[in-house]
């Protein structure tokens, strides 16, 4: 099955910029950003179908790029004028090989492949 790692996660400023990479193995139709603060749930940042239909979180949305280049194995996740609240930990995930759909799911409960995780942490 799909097995993915997430890396690029660091420290930068408010209103900085931050690029985070998921290099996986196998095929996947839904891929997704998800993160997880501190004694918060876990929450949707971005989706990706195959096609390259996105969603975003409300939070994020208008300043993170989700995207997939599947020739390389590799899902990005371009972070821009961050906030210290994207402080968290960022993982990618995947549901495996499957048919196509119109957009991917939000809830972390429809992805059964997940990275580690990597850390984004925004101060000044």
């Known amino acids: 099955q799909v097995q993915l790692v997430e890396f690029g996660g660091g420290s930068a400023q408010p209103g900085g910029s931050l690029s985070l990479f998921c290099e996986y193995t196998?095929?996947?139709?839904?891929m997704a950003w998800f993160r997880q603060a501190p004694e918060k749930v876990r929450e949707v940042v971005a989706t990706?179908?195959?096609?390259?239909?996105?969603s975003y979180g409300e939070s994020v949305k208008g300043r993170f790029q989700i995207s997939r280049d599947d020739n390389k194995n590799t899902m990005y996740l371009k972070m821009n004028s961050l906030k210290p609240e994207d402080t968290a930990m960022y993982y990618c995930?995947?549901?495996?090989?499957?048919?196509?759909?119109?957009?991917?799911?939000?809830?972390?409960?429809?992805?059964?492949?997940w990275g580690q995780g990597t850390q984004v942490t925004v101060s000044s």
């Open positions: 995930a995947a549901d495996g090989p499957g048919p196509s759909v119109f957009e991917c799911p939000r809830s972390e409960t429809r992805y059964p492949a």
């Open positions: 990706i179908t195959y096609a390259g239909r996105t």
């Open positions: 196998g095929s996947t139709s839904c």
